[in-house]
């Protein structure tokens, strides 16, 4: 039985966060009904994950109020968050290796028995009645580190529901699970439902929104977009809301003249990571990789430099084969990567922007081994400025400048080694409008001059603005290679979550 | 960041501040400061202090420590650690009376010591890279292996009697007062100044204890840097080992106990970040002055060495406690 | 199955074959007496490598144990000159407490002032060396100036086993009750295991590092007062470098450097393994001399196939790839 009710349980009104450099929340909207599942919708940094901190009480917001059956609250701490009955499964899984399921389950609220002690038999009985619940067959008491990941996040979806909740929060709950787990879980979503609860739903799966969800939301630029109920609109309408995007955002792509082969790859394999990946990439080319967000694109590029070893499969650099061990012999090929993670392996933040642009460049500015000091800030005068990197001067460290000048500075270091091909990973995430447009701009001018580019990108505008090309990724494999026309945001959609595609994997 | 976002324009100046106004206010100007104020209150404590030859035979408080400094001061940088270089001494020394009990001559002695010191290092080097395992736990282990075998060589023996010619590296004097362990600091104190800040390996130094991910990205192979800091943290060591053992005339497994702090102490006061990725050559010679000029001066007023080494043991924590604390009350405010 | 039961069981099985051959060659070794023995003159390690465990699980260490050990000794032996009359459980409390507070200027310092453990405990490890040397005067205190009650506790023989060694196994049971069913055992295991995740539910890292190092330094002190009485002798050095086996008994007994692995099983296997070689050493008439060299290769065996267990594996994004598969 449904209760209905027209007052939410849970509301987020005109809500806002900022964070250095960008507005990740902009007054966005948001009701959760008892008894209703809520799917929160939306492209990867449209401020999902950030409302899912709001309302556990990890991140407070700048603005706007959380309503709790209509009166306003402050989450201060997780614990808060808890105690006002929000619990939520989160997407990154925090849980424990070395203690055993029971103990993931019940860690700071375990049942004490004689003497204050933990007991651990009572513990295991109630996991096991949790885990049971949600038909589970996992013992409560093997160790975590014992269990592969999709019943990992089973029970970290028994940790959500051990504590009395009446909000649970699902951030992208399927996306480890097998068809088998998923079924169960929809039926734990129709018995929490029964239960009253209210559920806040995030996924990237079409399909199963349509199938589970009463209500939707949708999120775009950290913005509200629009709210309803979920038999009111089409999987067509619905990725148009996700996807549209404002008029006044421009392209600066230039037709290049594409040339010859530069970079070709044949059989890319890797044990977990990816799978017979074959492509090539012409000069003056922008190759965009579209895919969810674990599709295995970043795992691939960094095969690509050296970073991992793929086991099979061969890369030609200009017709010839060439076996890349390590970055190293990554720059020595003109194979070049700007990294999605900028503070932890695109730039070494502490150290002064001239050093960092001239890193993988020493040979080229010291003679014998030597530091030369005015070749150095001459070389990363000439590219930060062709950048037009914004900084009170050479020798300030990366980590004062803002996300867009840092990410300035990072290309600058890649295109000083003069490379044929340059790979940027997600390249304007998390970075400012005209940061992003600079870039932009100077990705185009690069490929105009011959220069390769592979761009990684979960932006859908971004793809479909600046490719030549575009390679969909879906759980490690190709799923498809798109050209002129059919290089729309459903097509890309639709190949990134398998929609329409039927069991490719299975 | 204020100051970047209001820069218009594109052209960005090198530096804002001077080098002049920065060395200033480092922390190597305020360790010189430290250092003359010792010297000060030395000179009027005693009356003894202010002797060409007294001064003269302080600087063996710290020359051999600080040969090894100046190495351990780079593997530092680089984020690892090497606690086993009191025991490399041991190794070193105990190898190189092994040499001298077969009847070969200083050439061979010093070559010997020099190679096992570079040896030990490649073990700890090879440990840690090789099998990416901690250096603190590698070389707390070797700490004992390398002490442990001078102990199995020679129980509670001793070697004695190297040639009067081996004498020269910790007895000998180049000029009136100048020993020649002074000397080799001197020289030691350059080459490291040099590689550490005039260089591309200094450079990645630097930038493999800053981010190592980040510099394995940029193409530096981490490893090799590293393996190479150990190498030279051997071969330091294996040096320190030869003057200790020629100053001394004599081989005891014991030797040079303790010695790794006494080291690992010099560089952190040189303003070396423990955690890795700063700190300069500079800091590590002021630091060594420092701790030389502190006991030599408690030695003259008779203060006992384990009671200076609470000075030490303060000194180290102090100096990374100070400015942490300096700056919570800041906050705080 | 469980890669770390396995491992107990391996070193179990090596300190019996280790029995095992030196008692073909001197039946006596494994005779009950000389186990109890064996186990007395472990005791110590055993004490210290439990709260060593602890510290090592939260990813901190500590190298003052030893030297926290001496200090609390020379009080107590001090105490105990001052008033022979003492009770000896007082003697005992005040050992805790003096062992406690040294462990928590290692904490406060590593908590508060956020400086890495093993600077904190490598200059307080010095500065609790010269302490003893300023309290006693560099003096020694002898078997004579000690009250029999004092020396005579830890060697008082119960059921064939002194006192010492009892000591030893009660504290092996507190500390696995307190490791497996209290509240901060388990946030032990978390905090090292998953900062990140510790923080998510709302466990406080730098204090849970605190008591780590507290436990840690109650422990000692309570070793203290043990091997002041046991040996009947006080002074400076006494257990120098005595940290770096109780390092070494940790990392043998499978404590990961890394944290939020061990077991205190594990703990006492590492501990037992090296009393046994080290009391076997004399009997097959090895120079006690290889003791330091075995310790040091111990230690890097253990850390080898320590890391070789935990090696990381890739990220599992191929369907196929899965093991439920």
Same mark, same amino acid.
């Given at each position: 039985m449904n209760i209905q009710t027209d007052a939410p349980v849970l509301a987020l009104d005109g809500i806002i966060k900022t964070f250095p450099g960008v507005r990740a929340l902009d007054q966005v909207n948001l009701s959760l009904y008892a008894g209703e599942v809520t799917?929160?919708?939306?492209?990867?940094?449209?401020?999902?994950?950030?409302?899912?901190?709001?309302?556990?009480?990890?991140?407070?917001?700048?603005?706007?109020?959380?309503?709790?059956?209509g009166k306003p609250v402050v989450f201060a701490t997780s614990q808060d968050a808890a105690r006002g009955g929000v619990t939520a499964i989160h997407q990154e899984t925090v849980l424990f290796d070395e203690l055993s399921v029971a103990e993931n389950i019940f860690i700071g609220h375990a049942p004490r028995g004689m003497f204050g002690l933990i007991d651990h038999a009572e513990m295991r009985r109630k996991a096991g009645e949790i885990l049971g619940g949600i038909g589970a067959a996992i013992d409560p008491g093997v160790k975590l580190k014992d269990l592969g990941i999709a019943s990992r996040h089973l029970v970290a979806i028994a940790r959500a529901l051990s504590v009395e909740a009446r909000v649970v929060i699902m951030d992208e709950p399927t996306a480890a699970l097998s068809q088998k787990e998923i079924e169960e879980l929809y039926a734990l979503v129709a018995t929490l439902k029964e239960q009253g609860k209210a559920i806040l739903f995030i996924s990237h799966k079409f399909d199963e929104i349509f199938r589970i969800?009463?209500?939707?939301?949708?999120?775009?630029?950290?913005?509200?977009?629009?709210? #309803?109920?979920?038999?009111?609109?089409?999987?067509?309408?619905?990725?148009?809301?996700?996807?549209?995007?404002?008029?006044?955002?421009?392209?600066?792509?230039r037709a290049a003249v594409i040339g010859e082969e530069v970079l070709k790859v044949v059989g890319y394999s890797h044990p977990t990571e990816f799978e017979d990946i074959s492509f090539t990439l012409r000069r003056g080319e922008i190759l965009g990789f579209y895919g969810l967000v674990g599709a295995g694109r970043s795992e691939l590029m960094q095969s690509l430099i050296g970073i991992t070893r793929p086991a099979k499969g061969v890369s030609r650099i200009e017709g010839k084969i060439t076996v890349i061990r390590s970055p190293a012999d990554a720059i020595d090929a003109g194979i070049v990567y700007v990294p999605e993670d900028r503070g932890r392996q695109g730039a070494i933040i502490d150290m002064p922007i001239f050093q960092n642009v001239t890193l993988p460049s020493l040979s080229r500015t010291s003679r014998r081994g030597f530091i030369r000091l005015a070749e150095e800030f001459a070389l990363a005068?000439?590219?930060?400025?062709?950048?037009?990197?914004?900084?009170?001067?050479?020798?300030t460290p990366v980590g004062s400048l803002s996300g867009g000048n840092q990410q300035k500075v990072v290309i600058a270091k890649w295109l000083a080694t003069k490379p044929r091909v340059i790979i940027?990973?997600?390249?304007?995430?998390?970075?400012?409008?005209?940061?992003?447009?600079?870039?932009?701009?100077?990705?185009?001018?690069?490929?105009?001059?011959?220069?390769?580019?592979?761009?990684?990108?979960?932006?859908?505008p971004e793809i479909l603005g600046m490719s030549d090309r575009v390679i969909v990724m879906r759980e490690g494999r190709i799923a498809a290679e798109l050209?002129?026309?059919?290089?729309?945001?459903?097509?890309?959609?639709?190949?990134?979550?398998?929609?329409?595609?039927?069991?490719?994997?299975? | 960041?204020?100051?970047?976002?209001?820069?218009?324009?594109?052209?960005?100046?090198?530096?804002?501040?001077?080098?002049?106004?920065?060395?200033?206010?480092?922390?190597?100007?305020?360790?010189?400061?430290?250092?003359?104020?010792?010297?000060?209150?030395?000179?009027?404590?005693?009356?003894?202090?202010?002797?060409?030859?007294?001064?003269?035979?302080?600087?063996?408080?710290?020359?051999?420590?600080?040969?090894?400094?100046?190495?351990?001061?780079?593997?530092?940088?680089?984020?690892?650690?090497?606690?086993?270089?009191?025991?490399i001494i041991a190794?070193?020394?105990?190898?190189?009376?092994?040499?001298?009990?077969?009847?070969?001559?200083?050439?061979?002695?010093?070559?010997?010591?020099?190679?096992? #010191?570079?040896?030990?290092?490649?073990?700890?080097?090879?440990?840690?890279?090789?099998?990416?395992?901690?250096?603190?736990?590698?070389?707390?282990?070797?700490?004992?292996?390398?002490?442990?075998?001078?102990?199995?060589?020679?129980?509670?023996?001793?070697?004695?009697?190297?040639?009067?010619?081996?004498?020269?590296f910790g007895q000998g004097y180049v000029f009136w007062v100048i020993s020649v362990e002074l000397v080799i600091f001197a020289i030691l104190a350059v080459i490291y100044g040099v590689i550490l800040h005039k260089t591309n390996f200094g450079r990645m130094v630097y930038a493999v204890g800053n981010n190592p991910t980040g510099a394995l990205f940029s193409g530096i192979r981490v490893e090799r840097v590293k393996l190479t800091l150990f190498l030279l943290t051997g071969l330091m060591s294996g040096l320190a080992a030869v003057c200790l053992t020629s100053r001394l005339g004599s081989t005891r497994p014991s030797i040079a106990t303790g010695m790794e702090l006494e080291v690992v102490t010099m560089v952190v006061l040189g303003g070396v970040n423990i955690l890795g990725g700063s700190g300069s050559i500079p800091g590590v010679v002021i630091a060594a002055f420092v701790m030389g000029l502190v006991t030599f001066g408690l030695g003259l007023l008779n203060v006992p060495g384990i009671v200076m080494s609470i000075f030490i043991g303060l000194l180290l924590i102090g100096v990374i406690a100070l400015p942490r604390l300096w700056a919570m009350s800041r906050k705080g405010r | 199955m469980s890669a770390l039961k396995s491992r107990d069981t391996l070193l179990f099985g090596a300190i019996l074959l280790l029995l095992a051959l030196i008692s073909t060659r001197f039946p006596g070794f494994a005779a009950p007496s000389n186990l109890a023995s064996v186990l007395t003159d472990t005791s110590p390690l055993i004490v210290l490598a439990l709260g060593q465990m602890v510290v090592i699980l939260t990813r901190c260490i500590d190298l003052s144990v030893a030297a926290n050990l001496a200090l609390t000794g020379m009080v107590c032996a001090m105490l105990n000159v001052a008033m022979p009359d003492l009770p000896m459980p007082v003697v005992i409390l005040v050992a805790l407490v003096c062992g406690a507070c040294l462990g928590a200027v290692n904490g406060l310092l590593v908590w508060k002032l956020d400086i890495p453990p093993i600077v904190v405990t490598l200059g307080t490890m010095t500065i609790f060396r010269g302490i003893i040397f300023l309290l006693s005067d560099g003096q020694w205190i002898n078997a004579h100036e000690m009250s029999p009650a004092f020396t005579g506790l830890p060697r008082t023989v119960i059921l064939g086993l002194p006192i010492l060694g009892w000591i030893a196994l009660l504290m092996v049971a507190v500390m696995a009750v307190v490791m497996s069913r209290t509240p901060l055992g388990r946030a032990f295991y978390a905090v090292g295991g998953n900062p990140r995740a510790a923080v998510y539910t709302g466990l406080d890292v730098g204090r849970t590092q605190f008591l780590a190092f507290v436990i840690s330094g109650t422990l000692a002190g309570l070793t203290g007062y043990l091997w002041i009485a046991r040996y009947a002798v006080a002074y400076v050095d006494i257990a120098g470098g005595f940290e770096l086996d109780v390092v070494a008994a940790c990392v043998i007994g499978g404590i990961s450097i890394a944290g939020g692995v061990g077991t205190v099983v594990g703990t006492l296997l590492g501990a037992l393994f090296l009393g046994v070689v080290k009391n076997a050493l004399p009997v097959v008439d090895i120079s006690?001399?290889?003791?330091?060299?075995?310790?040091?290769?111990?230690?890097?065996?253990?850390?080898?196939?320590?890391a070789r267990a935990g090696r990381a594996k890739g990220r599992v994004i191929l369907k196929s790839a899965e093991v439920t598969r």
């Open positions: 799917s929160l919708v939306g492209e990867n940094g449209a401020g999902k994950s950030t409302v899912v901190k709001i309302l556990t009480g990890i991140y407070q917001p700048d603005g706007g109020s959380i309503l709790l059956d969800s009463d209500r939707y939301t949708v999120f775009r630029d950290g913005q509200f977009v629009g709210a #309803g109920r979920i038999d009111e609109i089409s999987e067509g309408e619905l990725v148009q809301m996700m996807v549209g995007r404002a008029v006044d955002q421009i392209f600066p792509k005068r000439e590219y930060t400025e062709r950048l037009d990197l914004r900084a009170a001067s050479l020798d940027l990973d997600e390249p304007t995430k998390g970075i400012d409008i005209g940061s992003k447009a600079a870039v932009h701009d100077f990705m185009s001018e690069l490929a105009s001059q011959g220069l390769s580019v592979i761009m990684v990108s979960s932006e859908i050209e002129g026309a059919d290089m729309t945001p459903e097509t890309l959609v639709r190949h990134a979550a398998g929609i329409g595609v039927s069991g490719a994997a299975a | 960041m204020s100051l970047t976002d209001t820069v218009q324009g594109r052209h960005i100046p090198d530096q804002l501040r001077s080098t002049l106004d920065r060395r200033l206010k480092s922390w190597e100007s305020l360790l010189l400061l430290v250092a003359i104020g010792i010297f000060v209150v030395n000179s009027f404590a005693s009356p003894y202090f202010l002797n060409a030859w007294n001064l003269s035979d302080a600087t063996f408080n710290f020359t051999e420590k600080a040969m090894i400094a100046f190495a351990m001061a780079l593997l530092i940088i680089s984020g690892e650690i090497d606690l086993s270089v009191a025991s190794l070193v020394s105990t190898a190189m009376g092994l040499v001298m009990e077969a009847g070969l001559g200083t050439p061979v002695i010093v070559l010997t010591g020099l190679l096992t #010191g570079l040896v030990c290092g490649a073990f700890n080097g090879l440990l840690v890279t090789r099998l990416g395992l901690p250096s603190i736990v590698v070389t707390i282990g070797t700490m004992s292996l390398f002490r442990g075998i001078s102990y199995i060589i020679l129980g509670d023996g001793a070697f004695r009697g190297y040639p009067a010619d081996f004498a020269w | 006690p001399f290889w003791q330091l060299a075995i310790s040091g290769a111990a230690i890097i065996i253990a850390v080898t196939l320590n």
